[in-house]
């Protein structure tokens, strides 16, 4: 297989790009299922630490870079991975969405039956027969009437801010561009970046001296 270059950066991009290392293609999947990569499950902690360890570009693009042995490496399985790892972020979107819908529902329902309750305490007068457990029970349900009604605009609005946000999260993954590279071409090109920063550090160092002496 023709090597796949890490595209060129200078040094220290590329000693503070992060990335995951793969021993095998199996990192990414779960160590309890036995199916093959089509159906198989992704590993949790695989996708949590993809999430942690993203390079987002300054277009704002996700780009997610995996280095395996060069010997390891196949490209059907490969693009295989970026389907089903896009397909997972698609899951997760749609899953989202329904939340939402249920948060949406229940905060509906949440200030309906509030403004309900209020409506009947300020009309309890005229409603019932004029009592003193009549007032009382108008007082108790006032605050209550009032908290359906909070709790219905947080449901409705606050909480599905939250998701809001981790579906334009999950929408980046989506769109992301994953990426595949020898783990020999990345230990190279990272041991060259670490030799031309280490270069250029002692070139200031000397340059320091005679600046001084100037």
Not at 3 to 24: C, F, G, Q
Not at 111 to 125: D, I, M, N, Q, R
Request: net charge neutral; aromatic share 12%; charged share 30%.
């Amino acid at each position: 297989m023709p090597s796949k270059k890490v595209e060129e950066k200078k040094p220290s991009s590329l000693l503070n790009l992060l990335h995951i290392a793969l021993d095998t293609y199996d990192d990414i999947f779960s160590d309890f299922d036995p199916s093959g990569y089509e159906h198989r499950v992704l590993s949790d902690d695989f996708v949590k630490e993809m999430q942690k360890r993203y390079v987002e570009n300054k277009k704002g693009d996700v780009e997610i870079r995996f280095s395996i042995p060069a010997v390891m490496r196949s490209a059907r399985i490969e693009n295989l991975i970026k389907k089903r790892l896009k397909g997972y972020f698609q899951v997760q979107i749609k899953e989202l969405d329904v939340e939402i819908g249920k948060r949406k529902g229940a905060g509906a329902v949440y200030f309906v039956v509030g403004f309900g309750v209020l409506l009947l305490t300020y009309y309890s007068e005229d409603l019932f027969p004029v009592s003193h457990s009549v007032r009382v029970l108008a007082t108790l349900l006032t605050p209550l009437g009032w908290f359906g009604m909070w709790e219905g605009l947080s449901l409705f609005v606050q909480a599905p801010i939250k998701y809001e946000e981790q579906k334009k999260f999950y929408s980046k993954f989506c769109k992301a561009n994953y990426v595949f590279i020898n783990e020999e071409d990345f230990l190279r090109e990272l041991s060259e970046a670490e030799t031309a920063d280490l270069a250029r550090a002692e070139l200031k160092a000397e340059a320091k001296p005679e600046q001084k002496k100037a």
